[in-house]
Nanobody
Framework: QVQLVESGGGLVEAGGSLRLSCAAS????????MGWFRQAPGKERRFVAA????????RYADSVKGRFTISRDNAKNTIYLQMNSLKPEDTAVYYC?????????????WGQGTQVTVSS
């Protein structure tokens, strides 16, 4: 079992940056692949980025490649999502997830989400 708490969301103008954090409880953090999904109003939750548990292999949605960077600090039980060049279409609730890695993340646990709003 792992509990996830996201932080770092907020309101930013288009072109700006935000860094999301996700702190995980438990002593087995390093055994999980980690990732971020997002859900805009009236839309399905969609994959954003993921990082494998050990070799830092990463995956990104095409819509965020080159703008977002996912990273993890196993010593702090935390992952990050650095978001640059933000666009209004990035507005969504961002969810942290922990799971397994099969050519990408298979989510098992979810955080409560943090709101990101990008104004035009």
């Amino acid at each position: 079992q792992v509990q996830l708490v996201e932080s770092g969301g907020g309101l930013v103008e288009a072109g700006g940056s935000l860094r999301l954090s996700c702190a995980a409880s438990g002593r087995t953090f390093s055994s999980y692949a980690m990732g971020w999904f997002r859900q805009a109003p009236g839309k399905e939750r969609r994959f954003v980025a993921a990082i494998a548990r050990s070799d830092d292999t990463t995956r990104y949605a095409d819509s965020v490649k080159g703008r977002f960077t996912i990273s993890r600090d196993n010593a702090k039980n935390t992952i990050y999502l650095q978001m640059n060049s933000l666009k209004p279409e990035d507005t969504a609730v961002y969810y942290c997830t922990a799971g397994t890695w099969v050519l990408g993340i298979v989510p098992n646990y979810w955080g409560q989400g943090t709101q990101v709003t990008v104004s035009s």
